[in-house]
């Protein structure tokens, strides 16, 4: 394979990158937990310095009440 085909695909690959993450962040702009959680499988696990949510629920509720607490963050 050329070294251009190889730097084209590269490049489309880094544009698709770049578009997941551009919507994850409007995702997570919605401040909407359930939209969030949707875009995880059902046994995710996150970390947020001591506490480890499992699975959607648990996200939910985790990112219910971090947004109640944080309503001045933009």
């Known amino acids: 394979m050329s070294n251009s085909v190889e730097q084209s695909k590269g490049v489309v690959e880094l544009i698709l990158i770049l578009e997941k993450v551009k919507a994850a962040q ?3 702009n919605t401040r ?3 939209k969030v959680a949707e875009a995880y499988t059902t046994d995710s696990i996150w970390r947020n310095r001591d506490l480890f949510p ?5 996200i939910i509720d985790f990112l219910t009440k971090k ?3 944080e309503t001045q963050y933009k």
Do not use: S
């Not at 499992?54 to 648990?58: L, P």
């Open 67 to 69: 947004w109640q607490k």
């Open 32 to 34: 909407n937990p359930e």
């Open 54 to 58: 499992h699975g959607r629920q648990e």
């Open 26 to 28: 409007r995702l997570w």
